[in-house]
């Protein structure tokens, strides 16, 4: 079965960096686009960057110039570089796969990032 299990969230805080991985269990991994999504309390899921399969990028503007997102392919594994976190990056932080306005997987657990003042 295909998972997609993120990891390394935490509490850090403003102004900090943490780094977020996704491992990926598709056999088609280095074929696909993939992407971070985030959810606040009481707010929808939204689109934080996603990589194309050649490493194209597409950033959030909330997050340009502070957040990168890298793969390796070798790995099935993608990666979110967060620094200068604020609290308004507050949100548990999801990836999965979009496929037009669908998405490949269902969502994995999703990592929890809290940015304290």
């Known amino acids: 079965q295909v998972q997609l299990v993120e990891s390394g969230g935490g509490l850090v805080q403003t102004g900090g960096s943490l780094r977020l991985s996704c491992a990926y269990s598709?056999?088609?991994?280095?074929?696909?686009?993939m992407g971070w999504y985030r959810q606040a309390s009481g707010k929808q899921r939204e689109l934080v960057e996603t990589?194309?399969?050649?490493?194209?990028?597409n950033y959030a503007d909330s997050v340009k110039g502070r957040f990168t997102i890298a793969r390796n392919n070798a790995k099935n594994t993608v990666y979110l570089q967060m620094n200068r976190l604020t609290p308004g990056d507050t949100a548990v932080y999801y990836c999965n796969a979009p496929f037009g306005d669908e998405f490949r997987s269902s969502w994995g657990q999703g990592t929890q990032v809290t940015v304290s003042t």
């Open positions: 990589i194309s399969s050649g490493g194209k990028t």
């Open positions: 598709e056999r088609l991994f280095s074929t696909i686009g």
